[in-house]
């Protein structure tokens, strides 16, 4: 079976930064489609950045250079990072896979996702 599982957030401060966990199982993290995602209470899913199997990575233009995204291949896990904490990065963040990603990477359609890590950012 497929498993996301997200680790790293918790209660952080303005101005810190931030290094979060994605443990895949069930597939190899450089044969899918891999994204991080979050979602502020009473908000959409925002895309955050996303890596191809070539690992081509994308970002939004609003988080260029905010967020990095990386994998691990050998630990079969996917990374995001940044060093600029705001409160408003407070949210739920969210791994996600696909195998084919028939669509486009900022859109939340993938296949599998995490249970999801919240990050919560003291002013």
């Known amino acids: 079976d497929v498993q996301l599982v997200e680790s790293g957030g918790g209660s952080l401060q303005s101005g810190g930064s931030l290094r979060l966990s994605c443990v895949a199982s069930?597939?190899?993290?450089?044969?899918?489609?891999m994204a991080w995602f979050r979602q502020a209470p009473e908000k959409g899913r925002e895309f955050l950045a996303a890596?191809?199997?070539?690992?081509?990575?994308h970002y939004p233009d609003s988080k260029k250079g905010r967020f990095t995204i990386s994998r691990d291949n050998d630990k079969n896990t996917l990374y995001l990072e940044t060093d600029s904490l705001i409160p408003e990065d407070t949210a739920t963040y969210y791994c996600?896979?696909?195998?084919?990603?028939?669509?486009?990477?900022?859109?939340?359609?993938?296949?599998?996702w995490g249970q999801g890590t919240q990050v919560t950012v003291a002013s």
């Open positions: 996600a896979a696909d195998p084919q990603a028939l669509f486009q990477l900022r859109q939340p359609l993938y296949r599998y």
């Open positions: 069930g597939f190899t993290v450089n044969a899918y489609y």
């Open positions: 890596v191809r199997p070539d690992r081509t990575t």
